[in-house]
């Protein structure tokens, strides 16, 4: 198994467990064990991760990517305390960031069920011609990408959000714009959109949103 | 009892015994508590050792503070008892005694007494530079001795000699002797009862253009007896014996081998998971930091396991025995092994799975040393947690693992060789010579590689008589090919059924082959510096040597000479040691003395790296007057054309470190130690063949000690320079070596492919053809299905690096034993039992 092979699901589903820091270790890059040289892969999932945490208000400085060789266990020793350290520095997860910690749960979840959706767009959108951490850092560094990233996965997660939300149980969307902490007009747009997909219903009764 | 066996060749692998310094005064060994040998001080860094690997000073059983190595004990001296050889390990020993004692202590000082510092094996340069740039680490230049216990505190008083400071003493709590290698004790015997000769120094007698041919035809040498030698020369010598005997003995290969049967494999998938958990202690490894009884009486308590106990070593055969009587009896049906890496010991246990009926695949590995005691050693309470989270974790991901199969894959039995150098040629003959077709590729018109630009060895070998020999065996040998002016289009395939395009002479051809072997040789650096290029007096050793065979007079009739080493490399942009520019420098100067016995020559050195038997020409050659004089990089030599009394000369400015003065030394042919520099051709071969490089951009081989001819690709092995600079010796020793493991390749059948590869799962595949893209072995195509095209994986060409999982956004393909299932079971148990619970109260609060 190759450090490429590390999910962005996995990252997530670690948060959302409620851990405080991920750390993930790969090979040099440009010294792959396979031929693949999946390590840049997993580099740009960490920085996509990275955005994810960024974007529900978590300190992306929670997840970590090194890379060495497999003689480099000191390495690997002094990359683990450092970061032992930064995350006993941040604490529990959440507390530093001032959330609430069923809110982070509940974000997290809500952008678990993005990771199909990134994977799309990653393919598509997020790719970076050269292999090299430059050009990777440069890239996924750079406002174009942070622009798209936001046009994209902002109302994405919102949706995502929502539709959990309805789960539970209907919902008018004054309710789901004062739970979800967005403005009314958005929370609409939303809803007609995904009422025209065919993922909600508009119960006229009750004012109240429902799944399909 | 006495038993006559009947064989039809002999290996001897007799080892060597360390040096005992007891009988030289002045390293007071056994008179002093406080002085031991580099043996003794590695038993008190295992932790199987006197100490349990604390570090402890005999005398008083405190940690020392002070710690000193005396190097070259017992070597490079021509002293009565002593050994004139250099014993080529200790310098890196004890710089790794160095770097683990400051592991284990930060505040313990060490210094070390030496005189050159022979960092010439591969990546040795920047392992000497690490143990260098610790705090509290001190390299002094100087013969050293013992003085005198101080008798109250039994602390120990070096005596040493720096050309700043002249003599010092210094007082030590601990001194180390790093002793040299002795040939094995028993070697006077060994050789009249097996026939064999020895050389001067106690070794086994062999000749240079096969060190591992004994001077009894039929008996072979391996490791050290060859003479002082690493681990890296001492496998490959091991596996190079085996191809020679081989060689004679093929016909008679697999006749006393046994097939194991294994008892048929029970069907347990519609079982729920019963799991038998077993702590290793490893000797103290583990269980000197980790609270074994405490941690099996955890894992009892948790999900599906059905029985868990302790060993002192799970590996041990008895214990391995154990594990598959207890699963038998206790009926589980899987079993995690928590103790090492699974690096090493996975196909050992899953062995045992095997014996007891269980599918391999049921195994998992918690590794509680390398990631837990060893890293941990001062704070037990918390290893031990870490130890029990992650049991925890592997008993999670052990619950979902699945049987797998693996499958046999035919082999094709001729072996490809690219290089056709004196490595390629010797591996291509000894492959030959046990019925193997090979394919040998050769970039040039002619065979022969650098050696056709060498002419003898610091042994004595005749290069040019010895390379024509060679050669002619290899066009002589009906089972080898030759590609002339080759080079490599395409390599297709995997372990056992390779394809390879090859352009040779105009013509494209395509060749099919199990094993490949890559032995591309080495260029020689084109320096840049002093002169070269710019005077037709400075030559690089090697056109210098080139020249002396010649017979060129105005070489030959130089009065003066300056040789000028490290030329290119062990700098910032070659961070390595050529690891042969000693010796050559030292040959071309007893070449040349041999031919004008007057004529001046000096050789400019950072350290003297003449290691072996290759000291003794060393010493030689200074003898005979040859100087050599030291140089730091920081004051290197500089070299000005001048005009001196009418004639043209080199003027070498150099500081002399002992005199303290700068000398002048006017030059009538200059020589550089050009470095030896990875072949041009690398890149591109690596890139086919799909293998890795070193920092250094020689070949990578899949372990530095104990895999040194093979790739971490399979089926594609290597030898001579394009793994690193050697001598001919030693690229014949390696070659041999690689010869061997295709050999245990080509003689199989089959080859097992393992049974952790990608499978698609036809219903969930959208066929985005996202993991098409991201798998880098060509294994994932489309397929026509009634459901429309759909991925498919072919399982013979997936490595299982499982990039394609992380791509699939329906998560329709997965790498069998790495599933979404198995893995996240494993993330979401590194949380507590109590974690868990207090989530689960906080959800049940919110409703």
Same mark, same amino acid.
């Given at each position: 198994m190759c450090s490429g092979r590390v999910d962005l699901d996995f990252i997530l589903r670690a948060f959302s467990n409620g851990q405080d820091g991920v750390f993930i270790g790969g090979c040099n890059l440009g010294e792959c064990n396979y031929v693949t040289h999946g390590n840049f892969d997993a580099l740009a999932n960490t920085y996509l991760a990275k955005k994810v945490l960024e974007h529900i208000g978590l300190n992306p400085e929670r997840l970590r990517i090194q890379f060495m060789s497999g003689a480099d266990g000191n390495l690997l020793a002094e990359y683990t305390d450092d970061f032992s350290k930064k995350i006993k520095e941040l604490g529990p997860l959440g507390k530093s960031e001032g959330l609430d910690k069923n809110q982070v749960k509940f974000n997290l979840e809500a952008a678990r069920k993005l990771v199909p959706y990134m994977r799309l767009v990653e393919r598509e959108r997020l790719r970076v011609p050269v292999k090299s951490k430059q050009a990777y850092t440069e890239f996924f560094e750079s406002q174009d990408v942070d622009r798209l990233f936001n046009d994209i996965f902002s109302d994405k997660l919102a949706i995502s959000q929502i539709m959990m939300l309805l789960e539970k149980k209907s919902l008018s969307t004054s309710d789901i714009a004062e739970k979800l902490g967005l403005n009314s007009s958005d929370v609409s747009r939303h809803m007609i959109n995904s009422s025209r997909q065919g993922f909600v219903r508009y119960d006229t009764a009750s004012n109240c949103y429902a799944l399909a | 009892m006495k038993t006559d066996i009947i064989v039809g060749a002999i290996i001897l692998s007799s080892g060597i015994t360390p040096f005992d310094p007891s009988a030289r005064e002045e390293y007071g060994y056994t008179k002093y508590q406080n002085v031991v040998t580099s043996m003794d001080y590695e038993r008190l860094l295992s932790s199987t050792g006197p100490y349990e690997g604390e570090v402890l000073r005999i005398s008083n059983k405190k940690h020392p503070k002070k710690i000193a190595w005396i190097q070259c004990v017992g070597s490079r001296r021509v002293t009565e008892g002593d050994n004139s050889y250099c014993s080529g390990v200790c310098c890196t020993y004890t710089q790794k005694q160095v770097i683990l004692t400051k592991h284990h202590y930060e505040d313990v000082e060490c210094t070390i007494f030496h005189n050159d510092i022979r960092s010439f094996g591969k990546d040795f340069e920047r392992f000497f530079q690490r143990a260098e740039q610790l705090p509290g680490v001190e390299f002094i230049r100087s013969y050293a001795s013992i003085e005198k216990e101080i008798p109250e505190t039994q602390n120990v008083v070096v005596r040493y000699a720096t050309a700043d400071d002249g003599v010092k003493s210094k007082e030590f709590d601990m001194v180390v002797l790093s002793v040299g290698l002795n040939p094995p004790k028993a070697y006077k015997e060994i050789s009249e009862k097996f026939g064999i000769e020895l050389n001067a120094h106690g070794f086994a007698k062999s000749d240079s253009s096969n060190p591992i041919q004994t001077s009894r035809p039929g008996i072979f040498v391996s490791g050290a007896f060859q003479g002082p030698t690493d681990i890296p020369e001492s496998v490959f010598t091991a596996s190079g014996a085996g191809s020679q005997i081989g060689e004679l003995l093929d016909y008679r290969r697999g006749k006393l081998a046994k097939e194991r049967i294994y008892p048929e494999e029970r069907d347990v998938s519609a079982e729920a998971p019963k799991i038998g958990v077993f702590v290793c202690h490893c000797g103290a490894n583990i269980s000197s930091v980790v609270n074994v009884p405490a941690t099996v009486e955890y894992v009892s308590t948790l999900p599906n396991v059905v029985y868990a106990k302790e060993q002192i070593f799970s590996c041990a055969t008895n214990s391995a025995r154990e594990i598959t009587d207890l699963a038998i009896e206790k009926g589980f049906n899987r079993v995690v092994i928590a103790a090492c890496s699974p690096r090493t010991l996975e196909p050992l246990f899953r062995d045992t799975l095997r014996e007891a009926g269980l599918n391999q695949y049921y195994l998992d590995m918690a590794n509680i040393r390398e990631q837990c005691?060893?890293?941990?050693?001062?704070?037990?309470?918390?290893?031990?947690?870490?130890?029990?989270?992650?049991?925890?974790?592997?008993?999670?991901?052990?619950?979902?693992?699945?049987?797998?199969?693996?499958?046999?894959?035919?082999?094709?039995?001729?072996?490809?060789?690219?290089?056709?150098?004196?490595?390629?040629?010797?591996?291509?003959?000894?492959?030959?010579?046990?019925?193997?077709?090979?394919?040998?590729?050769?970039?040039?018109?002619?065979?022969?590689g650098m050696a056709r630009r060498l002419h003898t060895t610091l042994e004595g070998l005749d290069v040019q008589t010895y390379l024509d020999d060679v050669i002619h065996q290899v066009y002589q040998h009906p089972l080898i090919h030759v590609s002339h002016e080759a080079t490599i289009k395409k390599v297709a395939g995997?372990?056992?059924?390779?394809?390879?395009?090859?352009?040779?002479?105009?013509?494209?051809?395509?060749?099919?082959?199990?094993?490949?072997?890559?032995?591309?040789?080495?260029?020689?650096?084109?320096?840049?510096?002093? +002169?070269?290029?710019?005077?037709?007096?400075?030559?690089?050793?090697?056109?210098?040597?080139?020249?002396?065979?010649?017979?060129?007079?105005?070489?030959?009739?130089?009065?003066?000479?300056?040789?000028?080493?490290?030329?290119?490399?062990?700098?910032?942009?070659?961070?390595?040691?050529?690891?042969?520019?000693?010796?050559?420098?030292?040959?071309?100067?007893?070449?040349?003395?041999?031919?004008?016995?007057?004529?001046?020559?000096?050789?400019?050195?950072?350290?003297?790296?003449?290691?072996?038997?290759?000291?003794?020409?060393?010493?030689?050659?200074?003898?005979?007057?040859?100087?050599?004089?030291?140089?730091?990089?920081?004051?290197?030599?500089?070299?000005?054309?001048?005009?001196?009394?009418?004639?043209?000369? +080199?003027?070498?400015?150099?500081?002399?470190?002992?005199?303290?003065?700068?000398?002048?030394?006017?030059?009538?042919?200059?020589? +550089?130690?050009?470095?030896?520099?990875?072949?041009?051709?690398?890149?591109?071969?690596?890139?086919?063949?799909?293998?890795?490089?070193?920092?250094?951009?020689?070949?990578?081989?899949?372990?530095?000690? +104990?895999?040194?001819?093979?790739?971490?690709?399979?089926?594609?092995?290597?030898?001579?320079?394009?793994?690193?600079?050697?001598?001919?010796?030693?690229?014949?020793?390696?070659?041999?070596?690689?010869?061997?493991?295709?050999?245990?390749?080509?003689?199989?059948?089959?080859?097992?492919?393992?049974?952790?590869?990608?499978?698609?799962?036809?219903?969930?595949?959208?066929?985005?053809?996202?993991?098409?893209?991201a798998c880098s072995y060509g294994a994932i195509e489309f397929k026509d299905t009634p459901k429309g095209k759909k991925a498919w994986v072919n399982p013979v060409l997936c490595k299982g690096d499982g990039v394609c999982n992380a791509k699939c956004p329906t998560n329709a393909i997965a790498l069998k034993h790495f599933t979404n299932e198995e893995l996240g079971s494993q993330i979401d148990a590194a949380i507590t039992h109590e974690d868990i619970i207090g989530q689960m109260n906080a959800v049940f609060e919110e409703a």
């Amino acid at each position: 198994m190759c450090s490429g092979r590390v999910d962005l699901d996995f990252i997530l589903r670690a948060f959302s467990n409620g851990q405080d820091g991920v750390f993930i270790g790969g090979c040099n890059l440009g010294e792959c064990n396979y031929v693949t040289h999946g390590n840049f892969d997993a580099l740009a999932n960490t920085y996509l991760a990275k955005k994810v945490l960024e974007h529900i208000g978590l300190n992306p400085e929670r997840l970590r990517i090194q890379f060495m060789s497999g003689a480099d266990g000191n390495l690997l020793a002094e990359y683990t305390d450092d970061f032992s350290k930064k995350i006993k520095e941040l604490g529990p997860l959440g507390k530093s960031e001032g959330l609430d910690k069923n809110q982070v749960k509940f974000n997290l979840e809500a952008a678990r069920k993005l990771v199909p959706y990134m994977r799309l767009v990653e393919r598509e959108r997020l790719r970076v011609p050269v292999k090299s951490k430059q050009a990777y850092t440069e890239f996924f560094e750079s406002q174009d990408v942070d622009r798209l990233f936001n046009d994209i996965f902002s109302d994405k997660l919102a949706i995502s959000q929502i539709m959990m939300l309805l789960e539970k149980k209907s919902l008018s969307t004054s309710d789901i714009a004062e739970k979800l902490g967005l403005n009314s007009s958005d929370v609409s747009r939303h809803m007609i959109n995904s009422s025209r997909q065919g993922f909600v219903r508009y119960d006229t009764a009750s004012n109240c949103y429902a799944l399909a | 009892m006495k038993t006559d066996i009947i064989v039809g060749a002999i290996i001897l692998s007799s080892g060597i015994t360390p040096f005992d310094p007891s009988a030289r005064e002045e390293y007071g060994y056994t008179k002093y508590q406080n002085v031991v040998t580099s043996m003794d001080y590695e038993r008190l860094l295992s932790s199987t050792g006197p100490y349990e690997g604390e570090v402890l000073r005999i005398s008083n059983k405190k940690h020392p503070k002070k710690i000193a190595w005396i190097q070259c004990v017992g070597s490079r001296r021509v002293t009565e008892g002593d050994n004139s050889y250099c014993s080529g390990v200790c310098c890196t020993y004890t710089q790794k005694q160095v770097i683990l004692t400051k592991h284990h202590y930060e505040d313990v000082e060490c210094t070390i007494f030496h005189n050159d510092i022979r960092s010439f094996g591969k990546d040795f340069e920047r392992f000497f530079q690490r143990a260098e740039q610790l705090p509290g680490v001190e390299f002094i230049r100087s013969y050293a001795s013992i003085e005198k216990e101080i008798p109250e505190t039994q602390n120990v008083v070096v005596r040493y000699a720096t050309a700043d400071d002249g003599v010092k003493s210094k007082e030590f709590d601990m001194v180390v002797l790093s002793v040299g290698l002795n040939p094995p004790k028993a070697y006077k015997e060994i050789s009249e009862k097996f026939g064999i000769e020895l050389n001067a120094h106690g070794f086994a007698k062999s000749d240079s253009s096969n060190p591992i041919q004994t001077s009894r035809p039929g008996i072979f040498v391996s490791g050290a007896f060859q003479g002082p030698t690493d681990i890296p020369e001492s496998v490959f010598t091991a596996s190079g014996a085996g191809s020679q005997i081989g060689e004679l003995l093929d016909y008679r290969r697999g006749k006393l081998a046994k097939e194991r049967i294994y008892p048929e494999e029970r069907d347990v998938s519609a079982e729920a998971p019963k799991i038998g958990v077993f702590v290793c202690h490893c000797g103290a490894n583990i269980s000197s930091v980790v609270n074994v009884p405490a941690t099996v009486e955890y894992v009892s308590t948790l999900p599906n396991v059905v029985y868990a106990k302790e060993q002192i070593f799970s590996c041990a055969t008895n214990s391995a025995r154990e594990i598959t009587d207890l699963a038998i009896e206790k009926g589980f049906n899987r079993v995690v092994i928590a103790a090492c890496s699974p690096r090493t010991l996975e196909p050992l246990f899953r062995d045992t799975l095997r014996e007891a009926g269980l599918n391999q695949y049921y195994l998992d590995m918690a590794n509680i040393r390398e990631q837990c005691s060893w890293v941990h050693a001062k704070q037990k309470d918390e290893a031990t947690q870490k130890a029990q989270d992650i049991i925890r974790m592997s008993v999670a991901r052990a619950s979902q693992l699945e049987p797998l199969q693996e499958f046999d894959l035919p082999v094709d039995k001729a072996a490809l060789v690219v290089g056709g150098g004196i490595g390629g040629m010797t591996c291509a003959l000894s492959i030959a010579n046990q019925g193997h077709e090979v394919y040998l590729i050769e970039k040039n018109k002619d065979l022969g590689g650098m050696a056709r630009r060498l002419h003898t060895t610091l042994e004595g070998l005749d290069v040019q008589t010895y390379l024509d020999d060679v050669i002619h065996q290899v066009y002589q040998h009906p089972l080898i090919h030759v590609s002339h002016e080759a080079t490599i289009k395409k390599v297709a395939g995997y372990l056992g059924n390779f394809t390879t395009t090859v352009e040779t002479e105009g013509r494209v051809k395509e060749i099919k082959h199990g094993a490949s072997v890559l032995a591309i040789g080495a260029d020689e650096y084109k320096p840049t510096e002093y +002169l070269y290029e710019e005077s037709d007096q400075v030559f690089t050793h090697l056109e210098l040597e080139e020249e002396i065979a010649k017979g060129n007079e105005t070489v030959l009739n130089a009065e003066s000479l300056v040789m000028i080493q490290c030329v290119g490399c062990r700098n910032e942009d070659r961070n390595y040691c050529s690891r042969v520019c000693c010796s050559h420098a030292v040959k071309n100067a007893l070449a040349l003395k041999e031919k004008t016995p007057e004529m001046r020559i000096y050789v400019l050195f950072r350290d003297m790296r003449t290691y072996g038997f290759r000291e003794d020409a060393y010493r030689e050659a200074s003898e005979q007057g040859v100087q050599f004089i030291r140089y730091t990089p920081e004051d290197a030599p500089q070299v000005e054309a001048v005009k001196e009394g009418g004639k043209d000369v +080199l003027r070498v400015l150099v500081p002399d470190l002992i005199l303290g003065q700068r000398l002048e030394l006017d030059a009538d042919i200059l020589s +550089l130690a050009a470095a030896v520099i990875p072949a041009e051709s690398t890149h591109e071969i690596a890139r086919h063949f799909k293998v890795t490089l070193s920092p250094d951009e020689f070949f990578k081989e899949a372990h530095v000690k +104990l895999k040194p001819v093979e790739f971490a690709t399979d089926g594609v092995f290597l030898c001579g320079t394009a793994h690193y600079p050697k001598h001919i010796p030693e690229t014949i020793n390696q070659a041999y070596g690689a010869a061997g493991r295709v050999l245990t390749l080509l003689s199989h059948d089959t080859v097992i492919a393992s049974g952790s590869v990608c499978i698609v799962n036809e219903y969930d595949c959208v066929s985005c053809g996202a993991c098409i893209t991201a798998c880098s072995y060509g294994a994932i195509e489309f397929k026509d299905t009634p459901k429309g095209k759909k991925a498919w994986v072919n399982p013979v060409l997936c490595k299982g690096d499982g990039v394609c999982n992380a791509k699939c956004p329906t998560n329709a393909i997965a790498l069998k034993h790495f599933t979404n299932e198995e893995l996240g079971s494993q993330i979401d148990a590194a949380i507590t039992h109590e974690d868990i619970i207090g989530q689960m109260n906080a959800v049940f609060e919110e409703a």
